[in-house]
């Protein structure tokens, strides 16, 4: 029992480590049938991904590092197409870019959702097209956490960018320029929102 309750601990503990030490960015381009291209570039530390295993069976690494993991997902997934892979590195940082092709909103969530709990919803209404992307799950942080993220990882963000068939109408937060929208956020703004945070936009 003491065990479970460690392990749980560190289940954790190193869900909120790991999602610190990355950066993410993620450009969606749809095409008028909502198909489309997703790209996911991310930056890890190098200490993360040294201390991502408690044991042999359970990784806690948010997202994968492999490139056959990434060709893995599209190889399961209805309307995904893997389309490229790149990995660079400097001393203390890893560097992803992984692009895919998708054909429908479920093959796009089977990317940005890593879970079964669908992320991203896609609607027509009327003449318009509304995306909305649930960014973060927040649940209750107590003080003492937020200030040890501020401390360690005052830079660390997530961003988001659109690229639409047509120019952008509406955006909940963030930048339009054209037919794209962009948001970014930091982890500590992240952190400290009270209530999920979701971005809507409008084309």
């Given at each position: 029992?003491k065990?479970?309750?460690?392990?749980?601990?560190?289940?954790?503990f190193?869900?909120?480590?790991?999602?610190?030490?990355?950066?993410?960015?993620?450009?969606?381009?749809f095409?008028?049938?909502?198909?489309?291209?997703?790209?996911?570039?991310?930056?890890?530390?190098?200490?993360a991904?040294n201390?991502?295993?408690?044991?042999k069976?359970?990784?806690?690494l948010?997202?994968?590092?492999?490139?056959?993991?990434?060709r893995?997902i599209a190889?399961?997934t209805?309307?995904?197409?893997f389309?490229?892979?790149?990995?660079?590195?400097?001393?203390?940082?890893?560097?992803i870019?992984?692009?895919?092709?998708?054909?429908?909103?479920?093959?796009?969530?089977a990317?940005?959702s890593?879970?079964?709990?669908?992320?991203?919803?896609?609607?027509?209404?009327?003449?318009?097209?509304?995306?909305?992307?649930r960014?973060?799950?927040?649940?209750?942080i107590n003080e003492?956490?937020?200030?040890?993220?501020?401390a360690?990882?005052?830079?660390?963000y997530?961003?988001?960018?659109?690229i639409?068939?047509?120019?952008i109408?509406?955006v909940?937060?963030?930048?339009?320029?054209?037919?794209s929208?962009?948001v970014k956020?930091?982890?500590?703004q992240?952190l400290s929102n009270?209530?999920?945070?979701t971005?809507e936009?409008?084309?």
């Open positions: 029992m065990t479970r309750i460690i392990k749980i601990f560190s289940i954790i190193l869900s909120f480590f790991l999602f610190s030490c990355i950066n993410i960015e993620t450009e969606i381009t095409r008028q049938n909502l198909s489309g291209e997703i790209s996911i570039k991310y930056s890890i530390s190098k200490a991904i201390i991502g295993k408690i044991d069976e359970d990784n806690f948010p997202l994968p590092i492999e490139e056959q993991k990434f893995e190889a399961n209805n309307g995904l197409t389309i490229s892979y790149r990995q660079e590195e400097t001393e203390g940082e890893l560097f870019n992984v692009k895919y092709g998708f054909n429908n909103i479920d093959a796009l969530n990317i940005v890593n879970s079964n709990d669908k992320k991203v919803e896609v609607q027509r209404r009327g003449d318009r097209t509304y995306y909305t992307h960014i973060s799950n927040n649940k209750p003492e956490t937020l200030d040890l993220a501020k360690l990882f005052p830079d660390r997530v961003s988001v960018k659109i639409a068939p047509q120019n109408r509406t909940s937060s963030g930048d339009i320029t054209g037919n929208a962009q956020y930091s982890l500590t992240l009270k209530e999920n945070t971005w936009v409008s084309w």
